[in-house]
């Protein structure tokens, strides 16, 4: 079965830094691109950047470039994202998704992980 | 970036009647391959995203043949043919032809 499975619930103060993964299995992680989907609380979903596991090629929003940074462990199928210092704006459901091309349609979703920022 | 705008944001429907999304660009999601840009979501009560369309009018994997896309450039629509209690949630359009990638506000659909 093809799936992604993300990391657990995660509960900052404000000023930490936090990475979050995203799992990829059933298909050929290193050819598939992963993208990570932003949805603030009560919010619509917001692109932040995408991944190329295979050369790490990266793009980024530039709403969130230089705000977070995308990664990829191709020997254990997982992609990460990550902050250096979290603000409570940064409080929000965090989803990672593939495509099997650039410009391909998100086929499968992680299940999310929620990151709530507060002192 | 390019702005995708939907309408209406909210769509109450009654059981069994059809139901209309329309999604609006900024710029021309038409490609110089022939193929429309623009893919739907339904984001159901609690759950992840999933794909219904791409390509503008192509149903993903397991969708059900009630849901339609249509549309060329910078005007698209979603349409169900006849709604069902299941169908409940939050509709959204997304152009994957440019990064950043955008998607439109989202249409609740709840039934009457």
């Known amino acids: 079965e093809v799936q992604l499975v993300q990391s657990g619930v995660e509960v900052k103060k404000p000023g930490e830094s936090l990475k979050i993964s995203c799992k990829g299995s059933?298909?050929?992680?290193?050819?598939?691109?992963i993208a990570w989907v932003r949805q603030m609380p009560g919010k619509g979903l917001e692109w932040m950047a995408m991944?190329?596991?295979?050369?790490?090629?990266?793009r980024y929003s530039p709403s969130f470039q230089g705000q977070v940074t995308t990664s990829a462990d191709k020997s254990i199928t997982t992609a990460y994202l990550q902050w250096s210092s979290l603000k409570a704006s940064d409080t929000a459901m965090y989803y990672c998704a593939r495509r099997t091309c650039y410009d391909c349609a998100f086929d499968i979703w992680g299940q999310g992980t929620m990151v709530t920022v507060s002192s | 970036d390019i702005v995708m705008t939907q309408s209406p944001l909210s769509l109450p429907v009654t059981p069994g009647e059809p139901a209309s999304i329309s999604c609006r660009s900024s710029q021309s999601l038409l490609h110089r391959d022939g193929h429309n840009y623009l893919d739907w979501y339904l984001q159901k009560p609690g759950q992840s995203p999933q794909l219904l369309i791409y390509?503008?009018?192509t149903r993903a994997s397991g969708v059900p043949d009630r849901f339609s896309g249509s549309g060329s450039g910078t005007d698209f629509t979603l349409k169900i043919t006849r709604v069902e209690a299941e169908d409940v949630g939050v509709y959204y359009c997304m152009q994957p032809l440019q990064t950043p990638n955008t998607f439109g506000q989202g249409t609740k659909l709840e039934i009457k």
């Open positions: 991944i190329y596991p295979y050369d790490s090629d990266t």
């Open positions: 390509l503008g009018s």
């Open positions: 059933g298909y050929r992680f290193n050819s598939n691109w």
